[in-house]
């Protein structure tokens, strides 16, 4: 595996795989990285013939200070994993390299509409925008010809799909279904920082949406939500949201439609803010 830390150079070694008509793949990621990530770097393998990871924790996409701070680092391991799993080009420059502007620099400011507004959008002021920012210097950077990001963050797909749209990047973006644990628990960087007390709990977030899932033909949705929404919060989270939407655009439902359904939920153990959702398929359709 290779490593740059330039955009330069990183532009240099994927000129000579492009003339040589291999197919680029991109897995973006802020490192710390599990088997989720692998599963990305594993279907990016099996798609194209050079695989690019970048690692770096992005600064205008944290709107708490103190997440970016703890936000965990650890890419001696992160390297070994990649390296195992067959990556062949490691990106991982600094902030400098990402921001020559600086972090406080004048940004492009992205037109997401809608999708801004919900869920992720609303309790995380900004966060997209510096999606936004990062995913586009990033695919500016190694051009890739697929792009292959996580289920897990299903906001952040619709947003890419739109950031692809609005910056007529022709990169294909391929959706990988969210790696769990054993026990339900949605694979994230942030579940190292769970204590064991709060990582019992933490899977509880997988079986609210699990009860979300069974229950939806048969109960009023606002009954559905406020009996999961106190499952967790009896389990001792703070509930941002817990919502049914439309999977196809997120539009938020009060009753069950006949597509594909979604539903998603943001919830705080402590200082750690966890994220998780399940595509309900209508009959007919596939999901996970
Ligand atoms: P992150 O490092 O958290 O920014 O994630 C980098 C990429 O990995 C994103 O596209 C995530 O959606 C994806 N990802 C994170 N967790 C998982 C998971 N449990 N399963 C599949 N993909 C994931």
């Given at each position: 595996m290779y490593l740059f830390k330039e955009i330069a150079r990183l532009q240099e070694a994927l000129e000579q795989e492009k003339t040589a008509g291999r197919r680029i793949g991109f897995v973006p990621t802020m490192g710390a990285l599990h088997e989720g990530h692998l599963s990305l770097i594993r279907a990016a393998k099996a798609a194209t013939d050079v695989v690019v990871c970048s690692i770096f924790v992005n600064?205008?996409?944290?709107?708490d200070p103190k997440d970016f701070e703890k936000y965990p680092v650890t890419i001696k391991e992160d390297i070994l994993k990649l390296t195992g799993g067959g990556t062949n080009i490691l990106f991982l420059p600094s902030v400098a390299e990402m921001y020559p502007e600086g972090v406080n620099g004048r940004q492009p400011h992205y037109d997401f509409g809608y999708l801004e507004t919900v869920l992720e959008g609303a309790h995380r002021p900004n966060h997209f925008q510096g999606v936004g920012i990062i995913v586009h210097k990033l695919l500016q950077a190694v051009q890739p010809d697929d792009l292959f990001m996580g289920q897990k963050d299903f906001q952040q797909c619709m947003i890419i799909k739109r950031l692809l749209e609005i910056t007529q990047i022709p990169s294909k973006l391929h959706i990988c279904p969210t790696l769990r644990e054993k026990d339900g628990l949605a694979m994230s960087s942030?579940?190292?920082?769970?204590?064991p007390a709060a990582r019992q709990i933490a899977t509880r977030i997988s079986q609210a949406l699990g009860y979300v899932k069974e229950n939806i033909r048969s109960l009023p949705f606002n009954i559905i939500k406020e009996n999961a929404s106190k499952q967790l919060q009896d389990a001792g989270y703070q509930v941002d949201y817990i919502e049914i939407a439309?999977?196809?655009?997120?539009?938020?439902?009060?009753e069950p439609v006949d597509r594909n359904m979604v539903v998603l939920a943001a919830a705080k153990l402590g200082e750690v803010r966890l994220i998780d959702n399940m595509i309900i398929a209508s009959p007919g359709h596939a999901g996970s």
């Open positions: 600064p205008t996409q944290f709107n942030r579940n190292m920082r769970l204590d439309d999977a196809s655009d997120l539009q938020l439902l009060k």
